[in-house]
DNA sequence: TTCATTTATTAACAATTGTTATCTTCGAGG
DNA sequence: CCTCGAAGATAACAATTGTTAATAAATGAA
């Protein structure tokens, strides 16, 4: 997604020239926070290499809401279309390669090629379908059916994330997610 | 939101004339089935007054997920973009006043008023939105939590709707939510 | 009104999860 | 290579929820 947003504007020399310098890409160790929640947004996130997660503080415990992987665009939605202070904090799990582009900049290339906003909207709109999905499924399904559901359909999740991220993603406790998997 | 809809048609007496039979109004009385899970969906439905439920069967439970009340529009969303039959039944709660309109002449008249398109599309971003406000809910709040939301957030579920439909709204059996009020 | 059905409460027991704590293992960094 | 901290497993107990069943209350229809 962002090598297709790159390449439509490197077609154009004088708007690459021009915005080429607003992608920063960057290496960063595990455990970097990008954005603290009750920040920003100013950011959006693409990842090359690596893995963020989601979270935010409930009661003093750390909760995972979501988990991003390569080639995918990682922004605190929410505040960003309202422009609240995150409720979420973005933070790598792997040493990750990161691509940012500030809000304002992503508007003006937006401005630019109207084409890309739609895709970008697509992404949102996405998004949104994506939590739907999650509801319902914790609405009809157990831990155990969300955890298995975890490793047919989200086997990168269980190979590459810390068990205890997944299990707060779960809506349980890391102990109750070791003898969910200790029972089978 | 439907006045808003038909006002604008009405401005044009010849679409007028042509469109107004599609709005079909209708009483039906409370525990009446209007989309059954795996059908459709060819509908719109607007509630005039009552209020209706989405919900589908869990191994031979019956789960509520969302309701709605006077002023709402209902659909299976999901079912309607992608041309599936409907996850969802859509069922009436008490006796209420619908107006329905079919999928095909909706198109029709978004193809006339773009704008009303437009503020159509705006209601099913607004419902995914609503969706991922539900999902996080779900993630940080326990059943009690959630339950004294409803009663300060949505007391008109509380009043209106039966406590055994809210208990599987809550993702809890009517007998732990029973005791939950019971606890108070 | 009366009767039948639905809805809500309560109880008893099983199953699950949360909480706290201990122990082991593994890996990163010195 | 070693040390220290993080991550996961396990145990013991408390709290919550699910399940089943019996009962009471409320609702609707004849």
Same mark, same amino acid.
């Not at 970097?32 to 009750?38: C, D, N, S, V």
């Not at 893995?51 to 935010?56: N, P, Q, S, Y």
């Not at 009661?59 to 995918?72: N, R």
């Given at each position: 997604?962002?090598? /297709? ?20 890409? &960057? ?25 963020? @997660? ?11 809401? /979501? ?53 970008? /909207?697509?992404?949102?709109? /996405? @998004?949104? @379908? ?28 269980? &190979? ?20 969910? @998997?200790?029972?089978?």
């Amino acid at each position: 997604m962002i090598d /297709q947003f790159i390449d439509k504007i490197k077609e154009d020399e004088t708007n690459w020239v021009k915005y080429k310098d607003k992608f920063i890409q &960057r290496d960063i160790p595990a455990k970097t926070i990008l954005l603290a929640e009750g920040e920003g947004p100013t950011y959006f996130y693409f990842i090359k290499k690596g893995c963020l @997660r989601m979270c935010f503080d409930k009661d003093g415990k750390d909760i995972t809401y /979501q988990f991003f992987f390569e080639g995918q665009a990682v922004a605190s939605i929410d505040s960003l279309l309202n422009n609240n202070p995150s409720m979420f904090t973005i933070e790598s799990i792997e040493p990750s390669t990161i691509i940012s582009i500030s809000k304002v900049d992503l508007y003006e290339i937006h401005k630019l090629y109207p084409e890309l906003k739609e895709g970008f /909207q697509n992404i949102l709109f /996405q @998004r949104f @379908r994506n939590y739907a999905q999650l509801f319902l499924s914790r609405i009809k399904d157990t831990p155990k059916e969300r955890y298995d559901d975890l490793v047919v359909n989200h086997p990168e999740i269980i &190979r590459r994330i810390p068990q205890h991220y997944i299990a707060s993603y779960l809506g349980i406790t890391p102990v109750s997610l070791s003898r969910i @998997r200790s029972r089978k």
